[in-house]
Every structure is written in structure tokens, then in C-alpha cells.
Nanobody
């Protein structure tokens, strides 16, 4: 499966963005899909995950209450809705997929990665 992340951009602190992860060559509903991010000078970190059936989701403590992951099976996409953005949310955001059935925060368990989309939050 090939993944393409989009929807990033420049937003003021307190604003919102919705990132999209589009898939081709496979059906995303059969994959666990995660969002990860990498800020400048930092390691890539887990943000959110939706298990293969979409019934289990999890988000990192740093974004809990602000970010939501959801699926659009009809359009073969997974979204990351980001509200109340902060300057520390500035990063390149990646979507990734794995055939594992449990919700995974470990990036090393993912087999397929999108190219990343840049989110910049100005304070």
C-alpha cells in the first residue's frame, strides 16, 4: 500500500488543521494506521493510532483532548484532526500503516510510510 499525507500548513496557535492520509494499492480498513511526527532536532514520536477495524484508537498524552484520529473507509483515508494547536506541535507529520491488528505506538512495527506533511504553528 502507498500512503500520501497532506493537509499541513502554517497556522496560528489555537487554530486547527486536518491532516489526511490517502492510500492507494490497498484498503486502509485492513491496516492499523498511525500518525507520527518529527520536530526539528528531535526524534520521531507517536501521535495517534487507529487499529485495523477502527474500533480502537489511542493518542499520545501530549495531544490528548486536542487531536482526534478517524477513518473514512468510503474514501480510503485516515484523518488527524488537530485542534488548539500549540507551537510545540510544529513538526513534519507522517502517516504509517501496518498489517498488525492491535493499536501500536511503536513506529518500528509499521511497514508502510507516507512522505510527511509539514505543520508549522506560529505563536
Amino acid at each position: 500500500v502507498q500512503l500520501q499525507a497532506s493537509g499541513g500548513g502554517l497556522v496560528q496557535a489555537g487554530g486547527s488543521l486536518r491532516l489526511s492520509c490517502a492510500a492507494s494499492g490497498g484498503t486502509l480498513s485492513l491496516y492499523t494506521v498511525g500518525w507520527f511526527r518529527q520536530a526539528p532536532g528531535k526524534e520521531r514520536e507517536f501521535v495517534a493510532v487507529s487499529n485495523w477495524a477502527g474500533g480502537i484508537t489511542s493518542v499520545a498524552d501530549s495531544v490528548k483532548g486536542r487531536f482526534t484520529i478517524s477513518r473514512d473507509s468510503a474514501n480510503n483515508r485516515v484523518y488527524l484532526q488537530m485542534n488548539s494547536l500549540k507551537a510545540e506541535d510544529t513538526a513534519v507529520y507522517y502517516c504509517a500503516a501496518t498489517t498488525g491488528t492491535s493499536a501500536q505506538a511503536n513506529q518500528w512495527l509499521y511497514d508502510y510510510w507516507g512522505q510527511g506533511t509539514l505543520v508549522t504553528v506560529s505563536s
